[in-house]
């Protein structure tokens, strides 16, 4: 995509090939998304393996947004695994947007679409509820402002259908941490689960719209019925972390 006004004001990202894999990265310090040459669908990073963890309280999705699009990890796993689902992924950075192909991101269609957008502006302002909302927004900078307030939060909560989850992708040693997960938990009336990733730096933040996910009793690993025995085992540690973390929130 040509440099214009629009764009200039936003970080370009760059891609490093190597013989199994495609990274897209900002800086070389860090991966924003990964993908294996050999399985584009895959979840390849373990973070997002346990945002699709709402599995476990979601099932059967109807309605998806996602809140930045990297690499398009989340996406092209949701667009494969979970056929009845509209999808629709908001990212503000054009350079981002202009590598979908790099990362096999499936064409805009009927129940999948990319939209140029501010996070924060989308989730305020759309007519539309969602039975999943995924917060995964970080820039050069981090984690932006507008996708952390308090308000943001709020406007998360209202736009998401009865029994809604949020999950949101945070960093441990962001300064505001203990902040962020704060303001989720006001935002959701103290019902957030924290899920440490068994990664050094992310953890994961799940809240429902209603009953709390820590009092939901289901058997303990159990995937929904329909998923596919593939994307299930992409899942089963994920699965597990997030069973871990509602039995200690007991």
């Known amino acids: 995509m040509p440099d214009n006004p629009e764009s200039a004001p936003f970080a370009k990202p760059f891609v490093y090939e190597s013989l199994s894999a495609k990274a897209l990265h900002f800086s070389y310090g860090e991966i924003q998304s990964r993908m294996q040459l050999q399985d584009p669908s895959a979840l390849d990073l373990e973070y997002t393996r346990t945002m699709m963890g709402f599995l476990m309280f979601q099932p059967e999705p109807t309605r998806i947004a996602m809140i930045g699009l990297g690499g398009g990890s989340l996406p092209k796993f949701c667009h494969r695994y979970l056929p009845r689902a509209d999808i629709r992924v908001v990212e503000i950075n054009p350079h981002v947007i202009a590598l979908r192909d790099e990362f096999h ?75 962020h997960v704060d303001r989720i938990g006001r935002s959701f009336d103290r019902k957030a689960l924290v899920v440490d990733n068994g990664e050094p730096q992310n953890c994961i933040v799940f809240a429902r719209k209603g009953r709390a996910l820590h009092a939901q009793r289901s058997g303990p690993l159990s995937r929904p019925s329909n998923l596919d025995p593939a994307a299930a085992a992409q899942l089963h540690a994920a699965f597990a972390r997030i069973e871990r973390a509602r039995r200690n929130r007991d």
Request: hydrophobic share 35%.
């Open 105 to 179: 991101v499936p064409r805009d269609g009927t129940r999948f679409r990319i939209v140029h957008d501010d996070g924060a502006t989308f989730v305020r302002y759309s007519p539309n509820r969602f039975d999943v909302l995924l917060v995964d927004g970080f820039d050069i900078d981090g984690l932006p402002e507008q996708l952390s307030s308090q308000r943001f939060y709020d406007d998360c909560f209202e736009a998401l259908l009865p029994g809604g989850i949020l999950v949101v992708n945070l960093h441990h040693d962001h300064p505001q941490y203990e902040v």
